[in-house]
């Protein structure tokens, strides 16, 4: 399937994701995903940014590097997600890094694209265009495949 890119104004309305973190909570209710146990996501997670969105970091359940979360309602990032396949989602390259949006409840969840294992973004509505820039080193650790986001569908000929 084709990827088409994400809009401008769908980044400015993108944030927030289906967290389990309780409002006040200081440790966020988050697992390590399936793959966090790789090479890819130890060298992934020691480029965690410090804060995002001027949200500072919080502990989480998980008690590993592979999984970081800042602020309250927590954003939370997690390496060692499965990368998505094909997809109607919208996909865009932010710095370099190909992301698939995939809008949840209550805000948006974003996956690395043509990296595996992939880094997923869940953020929360709060925090409105954070724009994943924040999360370019840890995804560059990760080294890109031949897949890409697609800004066209491919071209057909019948004949």
Do not use: N
Not at 15 to 27: D, F, M, N, V, Y
Not at 44 to 56: D, E, F, L, M, R
């Amino acid at each position: 399937m084709h990827r088409r890119p994400l809009t401008a104004a769908l980044l400015a309305l993108a944030a927030g994701a289906a967290l389990t973190a309780c409002g006040g909570s200081t440790t966020v209710d988050a697992s390590a995903a399936a793959l966090a146990a790789s090479a890819d996501c130890t060298r992934a997670s020691a480029h965690w940014p410090t804060t995002v969105a001027g949200q500072k970091s919080r502990p989480t359940s998980a008690k590993s590097a592979t999984v970081r979360a800042w602020g309250d309602p927590a954003i939370i990032a997690r390496c060692g997600v499965s990368s998505p396949g094909p997809t109607t989602d919208p996909c865009t390259t932010i710095d370099g890094i190909d992301w698939v949006a995939h809008q949840l409840k209550d805000g948006y969840r974003f996956v690395t694209f043509g990296r595996s294992p992939a880094i997923e973004v869940l953020i929360p509505t709060k925090y409105g265009g954070l724009d994943l820039v924040e999360f370019t080193a840890a995804a560059k650790a990760i080294p890109q495949t031949s897949h890409v986001c697609s800004a066209a569908p491919p071209s057909t000929s019948s004949g």
